[in-house]
């Protein structure tokens, strides 16, 4: 245990950057876990809060901004597939888009703190055509405050790592295998919600050709098309006979859904 205090001590400016980037690409690491193990280091006085926080903040910026091209150059249909890679699926676009909608550039910093939106919103800054400059002094903010948050954390309970970091130590290699084994199990724990989830879904769905074959049949079926905006701007056309509005319309809106017949949801 001592070596990877070591390792970090030495490296910890490297190592932070290494993995801050490395989750904001999108790869399941918690480097909060790893801020507030550094943000301790701090504390007791053997690594430095400004390199530190430097280096996350600008890991952040790195790995927001390749994905705001992405955004920019794949357009909507970008988020379809970000989100299928994310470990929090059912939030991905709807909270992301609703941000935006509530707070524009903001977003980018509040988003850092919300598991799943953190990756989700620099492509939609590029989708919704955020000038460049303002994204990056954005998302510079957006790192600053997500690791000076985190740092702060470990600073302001530097004893109590301490306390924790002995007792780790005097387990040996089992403290290590502890570390690890809450690691592995946090991704685990968020990989088993995103099957539930998609599970549900699956159960829940109905095949582009089994709804055209109610319809052709004249089966009294009603269609509702929740795209968000954005989505919806992108590709204006909709199911003949289809009532659109969004998810954050239906409680306003619910009484245009009739009640004595299926109603079918369709989005992206």
């Known amino acids: 245990m ?3 205090i070591d390792l970090v001590i030495r490296y910890g400016y490297a190592v932070v950057f290494g993995v801050v980037l490395a989750e904001q690409i999108g790869l399941p690491v918690p480097s909060m876990l790893l801020l507030i193990s550094t943000g301790g280091l701090v504390g007791s006085g053997k690594l430095h809060p400004v390199p530190l926080l430097i280096a996350a903040a600008f890991a952040s910026l790195t790995g927001d901004t390749v994905w705001y091209w992405i955004g920019r150059a794949g357009g909507p249909r970008v988020m379809s597939w970000v989100c299928r890679i994310s470990l929090e699926p059912d939030s991905c676009v709807r909270r992301t888009h609703g941000m935006f909608d509530r707070r524009g550039a903001w977003s980018l910093v509040f988003a850092k703190f919300v598991p799943g939106l953190s990756t989700v919103a620099p492509p939609l800054a590029g989708i919704v055509g955020m000038s460049q400059h303002k994204f990056m002094a954005f998302s510079l903010l957006a790192g ?5 948050a985190y740092v702060a954390i470990g600073w302001v309970f530097a004893a109590q790592l301490e306390v924790v970091g002995a007792y780790i130590e005097q387990l040996g290699s089992r403290g290590l295998a502890l570390v690890v084994a809450v690691v592995v199990g946090w991704v685990a724990w968020k990989w088993v919600m995103r099957v539930r989830f998609l599970r549900k879904l699956r159960i829940a769905r109905i095949t582009p050709q089994e709804l055209k074959k109610l319809l052709d049949e004249g089966c ?10 954005l989505d919806f701007e992108a590709e204006p056309a909709v199911i003949p006979g289809a009532l659109h509005l969004t998810t954050e319309e239906i409680e306003a809106r619910h009484l245009e859904i009739p009640r004595e017949r299926d109603i079918i949801l369709y989005c992206t």
């Not at 009294?220 to 905006?229: A, F, L, S, W």
Request: negative net charge; aromatic residues 12%; charged residues 30%.
């Open 220 to 229: 009294e079926v009603m269609v509702v098309d929740v795209r968000d905006r």
């Open 2 to 4: 001592n070596q990877t």
């Open 144 to 148: 600053f405050v997500w690791a000076g």
